[in-house]
């Protein structure tokens, strides 16, 4: 069974930083590429990062509203991805969603972005 | 990247209703390797987006044979035959075929 647990949320202020952790298992985790999704509340869901394979290098991916400010990574050996977020803005403000080429999905780590 | 439309935005239905709902690519999601991979998520109220269709029209395990999926290309559907009262929440389709993965814009299906 694919299992994914986030960690790391909470509450920061503006310009803040926070890293998010997701621990995957249940599936072979080297071979898949991984994204956080972040959903506002009352809204729809958005792409934030993704991270490829080693297959494909590694590549990421970041949303324009994201870049330069979040970094993705990924430790195949611990089947862990994370999220570094600096420079957060209350518009960050969201459930963040750990997933597995967007069909699997953790239950998520509320960023609340206030001062 | 690739913009998904879905349609309706909301669904009013009764238990027992047959629904669908479509959504559309902005461009081929047909994958060089011969797969397409567009799938459906549904978001019951208060938890995570679940997985129900994989590629167009495979179902996940343990989801109700009541949900089926069709469509190629830049055309799909997503059909329920017989609406129960767990299944309202929101759906979702995402593609995975073309990077980034993008998702549509979502349908809530409320009890009329």
């Known amino acids: 069974e694919v299992q994914l647990v986030e960690s790391g949320g909470g509450l920061v202020q503006p310009k803040g930083s926070l890293k998010l952790s997701c621990a995957a298992s249940?599936?072979?985790?080297?071979?898949?590429?991984m994204s956080w999704v972040r959903q506002a509340p009352g809204k729809g869901l958005d792409l934030v990062a993704d991270i490829s394979s080693k297959s494909y290098n590694y590549a990421t991916y970041y949303a324009d509203s994201v870049k330069d400010r979040f970094t993705i990574s990924r430790d195949d050996s611990q089947s862990m991805v994370y999220l570094q977020m600096d420079n957060l803005k209350t518009e960050d403000t969201a459930l963040y969603y750990c997933?597995?080429?967007?069909?699997?999905w953790g239950q998520g780590v509320m960023v609340t972005v206030s001062s | 990247d690739v913009v998904l439309t879905q349609t309706p935005p909301t669904l009013s239905a009764t238990i027992g209703q047959s629904v669908s709902i479509s959504c559309r690519s902005s461009?081929?999601?047909?994958?060089?390797?011969?797969?397409?991979?567009l799938h459906w998520l549904l978001q019951r109220p208060g938890q995570s987006p679940q997985l129900l269709i994989y590629s167009v029209s495979r179902l996940e395990s343990g989801v109700p044979n009541r949900f089926s999926g069709s469509g190629s290309g830049t055309d799909f559907t997503l059909k329920i035959s017989g609406v129960e009262a767990e299944d309202l929440g929101v759906y979702y389709c995402v593609q995975g075929t073309h990077a980034p993965p993008t998702f549509g814009g979502g349908t809530k299906l409320e009890l009329k």
């Open positions: 249940g599936f072979d985790f080297n071979s898949y590429g």
């Open positions: 997933t597995v080429a967007s069909v699997y």
């Open positions: 461009q081929s999601l047909l994958h060089s390797n011969g797969n397409t991979y």
